[in-house]
Each structure stands twice: as C-alpha cells, then as structure tokens.
C-alpha cells in the first residue's frame, strides 16, 4: 500500500516551537501584570487558538476577551520567531525531502494561525498544501478530526491513505479520528494510547518504506 500523502502538525512536530509560543505568551501577559512559568504551557500544547485563549482568559483573569488575545498572541509569536529563528525537529527536512522525491504530496495541518504557519512555509515551499486553525470553523480545531479530513481534501486522497504526525494529545486525536494512520512523536506532553497509534522517538526514524509497511499492515 503505498502512501497518498503525508500530515504534519507544526508546532513540536516539526518545529520546536513551543518556545517561541512560550515567550510570547509571557511577553504579552507581563504587559497585564500577570507572570507565565515554566509548565504553564503544557495545558496549551495542541490546542486550538480559540480553546486555548479561552482558558488563558479565564485562569489569568485577564481584562480582555479570547478573541482579542489571539491576535496579540499570534503578533509576539510572529516577533519571537523573526527573532529567533524557527528550528527544526530532528528529521522533519528529511522526511519532507524524502516524500517529495518519492513524488508523495504533503501537507501542513496546524492550529497556528496563517500568519504564523506562513513562516514555516516560507522555509519549506515543498510542503503542498495548508490547513490552519483560523481556516476551519469555531469549534472544530483539534482534537476535531476536521482539519486533517480538510488536508485531504485539499490533496485529492483518501485520508485513510495517509500517514498523519503529531505530538500532543488533542492533535493526535484529531489525526486518528480522521482515519489516517497517526505517527506520535512525543516531545513535551504525554501521549493518549490509542488503538493502532504508532509511536516513535523521532522522525528521523522513519523513512517512506517504514511508513508503507505500517499502512499496509492495518489493512
């Protein structure tokens, strides 16, 4: 069975830029008074923008709506990534390099607004396609199986087809409810177990007959 396309979420899937997002979120919340610490974040990782805003307002008592964080937050993400570069997980480049020689489409399935994830693509125009969290509707972010659903779409494939990679648990569950074979890479937050997921330490372990074997093997 070979693979129809491959999915990747962005942010500590193929960038680590969970920092980035960290250091926004203290630069912004230090202009309210308010302190961000080490650990704080990990209720956010992979979660819609919307979602996570939503929280933010209400544990922080911040004098805003979730609506008008976003921008702010996406704004400072932008800035720190200008900043500081966006760096790469081990292996990300060279799995996209090896699906673009194996003539295999890919795309980028993110909760991250446009503008943000337009900085990874940017960096790496053989991703084919986009899908990012202010595209699909209130509500049907990750862990919605929407957006993966979306990327397929895009691409012309059956989702059951392709290989989907993530890193946290609300994208993960996006991934696998959408019927792609979901690839965990665990980095900062602990993975749900779920029936048929494969876990790996790294994407720099994978190469696209590994990938053709564990589709071919749950059919």
């Given at each position: 069975?070979g693979?129809?396309?491959?999915?990747?979420?962005?942010?500590g899937?193929?960038t680590d830029?969970?920092?980035l997002w960290?250091?926004?979120?203290?630069?912004?919340?230090?202009r309210?008074?308010?302190s961000?610490n080490?650990?704080?974040?990990?209720?956010?990782?992979?979660?819609a923008?919307?979602?996570?805003c939503?929280?933010?307002?209400?544990?922080l008592?911040?004098?805003?709506?979730p609506?008008e964080?976003a921008?702010?937050?996406?704004?400072?993400?932008?800035?720190?990534?200008?900043?500081r570069?966006m760096p790469?997980?081990?292996?990300?480049?060279?799995l996209?390099?090896?699906?673009?020689?194996?003539?295999?489409?890919?795309?980028?399935?993110?909760s991250?607004?446009?503008?943000?994830a337009?900085?990874?693509l940017?960096?790496?125009?053989d991703?084919?396609?986009?899908?990012?969290g202010?595209?699909?509707?209130a509500g049907?972010?990750k862990?919605?199986p929407?957006?993966y659903r979306?990327?397929?779409e895009?691409l012309?494939?059956?989702?059951?087809?392709?290989v989907a990679?993530?890193?946290?648990?609300?994208?993960?569950r996006?991934?696998?409810a959408s019927?792609?074979?979901?690839?965990?890479?665990?980095?900062?937050?602990?993975?749900?177990?779920?029936?048929?997921?494969v876990?790996?330490d790294s994407?720099?372990?994978?190469s696209?007959?590994?990938?053709?074997?564990?589709l071919?093997a749950?059919?």
């Amino acid at each position: 069975m070979g693979v129809a396309a491959a999915l990747f979420d962005m942010d500590g899937t193929l960038t680590d830029s969970e920092i980035l997002w960290f250091e926004a979120e203290k630069a912004v919340f230090a202009r309210y008074g308010k302190s961000w610490n080490d650990g704080d974040q990990n209720d956010l990782i992979g979660r819609a923008i919307e979602d996570s805003c939503r929280l933010l307002v209400s544990r922080l008592d911040l004098p805003l709506t979730p609506a008008e964080l976003a921008p702010l937050l996406v704004d400072e993400v932008i800035h720190q990534a200008k900043t500081r570069g966006m760096p790469w997980r081990p292996g990300a480049r060279e799995l996209i390099d090896e699906c673009v020689q194996a003539g295999i489409p890919t795309a980028l399935v993110t909760s991250s607004y446009a503008d943000f994830a337009q900085l990874t693509l940017d960096a790496c125009p053989d991703l084919t396609v986009a899908v990012t969290g202010d595209e699909v509707p209130a509500g049907r972010g990750k862990p919605d199986p929407l957006p993966y659903r979306l990327a397929a779409e895009k691409l012309g494939v059956d989702i059951r087809d392709c290989v989907a990679f993530e890193d946290s648990d609300p994208g993960i569950r996006s991934a696998h409810a959408s019927g792609a074979l979901t690839v965990a890479i665990p980095f900062q937050v602990p993975i749900p177990p779920l029936d048929g997921l494969v876990i790996v330490d790294s994407l720099a372990d994978l190469s696209i007959p590994h990938l053709e074997k564990l589709l071919a093997a749950r059919q």
